[in-house]
């Protein structure tokens, strides 16, 4: 295992279309492996791959509460196959935008289908914490942030502030 980097916007592969995973092989196995230590040390929520630089269709995640045990979960290919009409709204942030939090409104609840570790296809319904974050992650598998749904006036905002801070390192 081992502890990766992150993208950090405006880092542009953050924008990639990510490629979606043909088999559950041993690299993929590995790519979970450190895409967790990554997770958990950053601490977050969930990670997909692209944000470590590799843009494949893979998530991870654990929504389990600081007292509870670790539940870890792997989503290969995840797709939403359906919605609510019923909406959300969680404050989101993202280990690629750190230290920004805003309030973003999504479908309460989702059905995802996906590839497990397994190989095999599963589907999942989930609301609450986790039907945000297999949004928010698989959002990141199609190149699309979380500052994409607030308004234009605050994601202008928050790119800016990004985009100096970028500058700042570089020189
Ligand atoms: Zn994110």
């Known amino acids: 295992m081992a502890l990766r980097d992150i993208l950090i916007l405006p880092d542009k592969r953050l924008r990639l279309v990510s490629e979606p995973v043909k088999a559950v092989d041993a690299e993929v196995r590995a790519l979970v492996d450190d895409m967790f230590e990554t997770m958990y040390e ?7 791959a692209i944000q470590i630089g590799v843009p494949r269709r893979i998530v991870t995640a654990d929504t389990a509460k600081k007292d509870e045990e670790k539940n870890p979960q792997v989503f290969i290919n995840p797709m939403i196959v359906w919605s609510s009409e019923e909406k959300g709204t969680y404050e989101e942030g993202c280990l690629s935008i750190p230290e920004y939090y805003e309030d973003v409104e999504r479908p309460a609840q989702v059905k995802v289908r996906y590839t497990g570790l397994d190989g095999k296809t ?13 949004q928010h992650e698989i ?7 979380f500052i994409d749904h607030i308004s234009k006036l605050k994601r202008d905002r928050v790119l800016k502030k990004f985009a100096k801070a970028a500058k700042r390192t570089d020189d």
């Open 42 to 48: 950053a601490p977050g929520v969930g990670l997909a």
């Open 139 to 145: 959002d990141h598998t199609n190149g699309v942030l």
């Open 122 to 134: 599963h589907e999942i319904e989930a609301d609450g914490l986790l039907a945000t974050v297999l």
